[in-house]
């Protein structure tokens, strides 16, 4: 039977649109559906240059960095009260946005689930209920995958530093090094998308199907490596879904951007107008505002619409599961 991976996508949609209540939790889900970023975009130096270049004192280049960063450890130590002031208030919003996404996230699988199973309209208190509930077994089953996870890629991290130490240190072995560096950077890459992956289908385990955290887990892996390739798509779906809202989302914010760009010049030609700095100041408050609501707006929608996809495809393929487990029935045979 074909898997009806656009029909699902059309339908989280229209949950998404139709019960924007679910945008509130939405907002906080954090965003594990694409390929971590990482820059291939390293200037590899000239090794030519390197070798006809003087010897590097780092003796020399340690001193320099002191002489640059004393300055601003004279300004932290003067001012350090504030300084610990904004990092603990910055901690603390940290801590409070992690914590509402671990309540968001199960409790917008739930409500998918109870709409797409029972017909049951989602509400704000009864998501809230659900998030507290499987709170603690959702964070567990999560961190039950992300200790493996951080001891696998740490690996290819040793061999990405040593790689690089290879490419200044011995000329001789830059490009071994280099796609010795690609190769590890592409390892990292592929543990990234497989620990993503098998966390949205080990959560759904907790959520759905109300499972312990380790028979979650376990089950979640064995899912995985039994429909991957159903898995896989879903993931590309996703992919270009969250692409698609990050195309729109500089198509919106690009004009934007402009008008304040123009401002910044309106401001430098024109500064000895007492008018010019409130102008720019004005064009930067809007822009600032239009920026930020913007982004929420496609954060709350993105999220919103990704974990009903994810949602809604897990039971579809728990469905197919529980078809093809069932007995078929006997023919009659003519007496």
């Known amino acids: 039977m074909k898997f009806p991976y656009f029909e699902l996508l059309k339908k989280s949609w229209q949950f998404c649109w139709k019960y924007r209540i679910l945008w509130i939790f939405g907002l906080f889900v954090p965003a594990s559906y694409s390929v971590p970023n990482f820059s291939l975009g390293y200037n590899f130096p000239n090794f030519s240059q390197i070798e006809k270049s003087e010897i590097f004192s780092e003796q020399q280049a340690f001193a320099d960095f002191l002489k640059d960063i004393n300055p601003v450890l004279k300004f932290l130590k003067a001012h350090l009260f504030w300084v610990i002031f904004f990092a603990s208030l910055f901690l603390f919003i940290i801590i409070i946005i992690q914590i509402l996404s671990w309540l968001s996230k199960p409790a917008?699988?739930?409500?998918?689930?109870?709409?797409?199973?029972?017909?049951?309209?989602?509400?704000?208190?009864?998501?809230?209920?659900?998030g507290q509930k499987y709170f603690f077994r959702y964070v567990l089953a999560g961190w039950c995958l992300w200790i493996p996870y951080l001891i696998l890629i740490s690996i290819p991290i040793i061999g990405l530093i040593l790689s690089l130490l290879m490419l200044f240190k011995n000329v001789s072995l830059s490009l071994a090094s280099f796609f010795l560096f690609l190769f590890l950077l592409?390892?990292?890459?592929?543990?990234?998308?497989?620990?993503?992956?098998?966390?949205?289908?080990?959560?759904?385990?907790v959520v759905i199907e109300n499972k312990k955290v380790l028979e979650a887990v376990n089950e979640g892996l064995m899912l995985f490596f039994k429909e991957w390739q159903k898995v896989a798509l879903i993931w590309l779906i996703s992919l270009v879904v969250s692409f698609a809202f990050g195309l729109l989302f500089l198509i919106v914010v690009l004009p934007l951007f402009l008008a304040f760009i123009s401002s910044t010049f309106f401001l430098v030609f024109f500064k000895s107008q007492g008018s010019a700095f409130?102008?720019?100041?004005?064009?930067?408050s809007v822009f600032l505002l239009v920026l930020t609501t913007v982004s929420l707006f496609a954060k709350a929608i993105s999220g919103t619409l990704l974990t009903n996809y994810w949602t809604l495809s897990y039971l579809e393929i728990q469905k197919a599961k529980q078809t093809l487990l069932q007995p078929s029935l006997p023919l009659e045979t003519e007496t």
């Open 278 to 284: 409130l102008f720019f100041v004005l064009i930067f």
């Open 108 to 130: 917008l699988i739930k409500l998918v689930e109870l709409k797409e199973t029972q017909d049951k309209n989602p509400s704000l208190i009864e998501g809230l209920q659900w």
């Open 186 to 205: 592409l390892i990292l890459a592929l543990l990234s998308i497989l620990f993503s992956l098998t966390t949205e289908l080990v959560h759904r385990k």
